[in-house]
């Protein structure tokens, strides 16, 4: 069944990728609690990173046990015991996270490019991924990783950066550009299933009547959205307006430059096309 908000987004399948570098549990906690709540299909896709890979193959590569600092080769032949082993454990948890939600489900693994290997992905799949990796890992890293997924695929990409889940409303971000109207019925969307309030950062060079159009977008929504105007070239202007919010999510159109949204601390971020 679609999720949909006056068929301006609309969310047919829910996609969880499973990240070896990642602790995948919140996410894939939320994405089947969103499948078996909207009524959607279910999906797991096991992600397999491909320098990794390329990595194991070469010749003299040692690795440095993290459990007692022990140096030891790197061979290919445990390598790939190893990224088996993670992805049966993937594909037993998203069985049994289907199963204790009573929803259908189908797993796939993605080998090589993530760009290439999720362009199959469409437009009404909602893809969430781990914004943070496991405690060894390069935060920042992994989400330009994600980022630079999101700007090539179809879909809307959700990009789970909280821990746990915190208080906060939901913010949209609206320039007027490519994606810019979804990300904010998006916005409007999510707000009504998390029970939260919403606000939209609008541009100052949006004139009354694209204003006006958003809120009849989001003309169910209870209580009523917020509309905050920076100033439409200041990007410090809109990061000044996301950090004030304190937003549990952040919706966001892909096109949108990061130095718009970058104040949002430890917020999700949805991806919008």
């Known amino acids: 069944m679609a999720h949909t908000m006056n068929e301006r987004f609309e969310v047919r399948r829910v996609v969880v990728a499973l990240d070896a570098l990642c602790d995948n549990r919140g996410a894939l906690a939320v994405a089947s609690d969103l499948a078996a709540r909207w009524r959607c299909a279910f999906a797991g896709v096991f992600v397999v990173d491909a320098s990794l890979v390329h990595l194991g193959a070469l010749p003299g590569v040692r690795q440095v046990r ?57 437009g009404d799949d909602l893809l969430i991924v781990e914004g943070t990796a496991r405690r060894y890992g390069d935060r920042a ?13 179809r879909n809307p990409v959700l990009l789970l950066r909280r821990r746990a889940a915190a208080p906060g409303p939901v913010v949209g971000l609206y320039d007027g550009g490519p994606g810019s109207v979804r990300a904010i019925a998006a916005a409007g969307l999510l707000a009504a299933d998390r029970g939260s309030p919403l606000l939209v950062v609008i541009g100052s060079d949006a004139d009354a009547q694209a204003e006006a159009a958003l ?34 999510l952040l919706v966001v159109p892909t096109a949108m430059s990061d130095e718009r949204w970058a104040s949002a601390g430890d917020a999700d971020v949805l991806l919008m096309r």
């Not at 069985?95 to 796939?108: D, H, N, P, Q, V």
């Not at 993605?110 to 199959?120: D, I, K, Q, V, Y």
């Not at 959205?225 to 937003?247: C, E, I, K, M």
């Open 66 to 122: 993290l459990s007692g600092g022990g140096v030891q080769p790197l061979e290919a032949s445990d390598l790939e015991a190893d990224i088996a082993a993670r992805e049966r454990q993937a594909r037993r948890a998203v069985a049994e996270a289907a199963g204790r939600l009573g929803t259908t489900y189908s797993f796939s693994v993605a080998r090589g490019s993530l760009s290439e290997e999720l362009a199959g992905l469409g």
């Open 215 to 248: 809120a009849e977008v989001l003309a169910a929504l209870r209580p009523p959205p917020r509309f905050v105007r920076v100033a439409a070239d200041d990007s410090a202007a809109w990061r000044r307006a996301v950090a004030a919010a304190r937003p549990a």
């Open 141 to 153: 890293g992994l989400e330009s990783r994600w980022r630079r997924v999101a700007e090539r695929v």
